[in-house]
Nanobody, 123 residues
């Protein structure tokens, strides 16, 4: 089972990026999914989560209104649309598959992690 994240890059303040995370080896269509990020010298922090059918989403206060999480179960893919990016959004972004049907802001709820994709926002 692998989660492959992509879509990171270098963008200027106010720009947008769309991250993708594809699951292979097994389906995660019955599981919640999440995005976390980790900046240098900081702990991994919750960004957004989505439940198994996309009907329930949750966001960190720092990204609410700017980021949107979504999923396409037919493609076994979860997305993170990031708009109006700020320098503080610079981090490695990780997707994760939950142990449960719901999403969660807790790291311990996630059984599988992708390798991460770097997002750098220049001011």
């Amino acid at each position: 089972v692998q989660l492959q994240a992509s879509g990171g890059g270098l963008v200027q303040t106010g720009g947008s990026l769309r991250l993708s995370c594809v699951a292979s080896g097994r389906t995660f269509s019955n599981n919640g999914m999440g995005w976390f990020r980790q900046a240098p010298g900081k702990e991994r922090e919750f960004v957004a989560s989505i439940n198994w059918n996309g009907g329930n989403t949750n966001y960190a206060s720092s990204v609410k209104g700017r980021f949107t999480i979504s999923r396409d179960n037919a493609k076994n893919t979860v997305f993170l649309q990031m708009n109006n990016l700020e320098a503080e959004d610079t981090a490695v972004y990780y997707c994760a598959g939950s142990r449960y049907a719901s999403g969660s802001s807790e790291v311990r709820a996630y059984a599988k992690w992708g390798q991460g994709t770097q997002v750098t926002v220049s001011s």
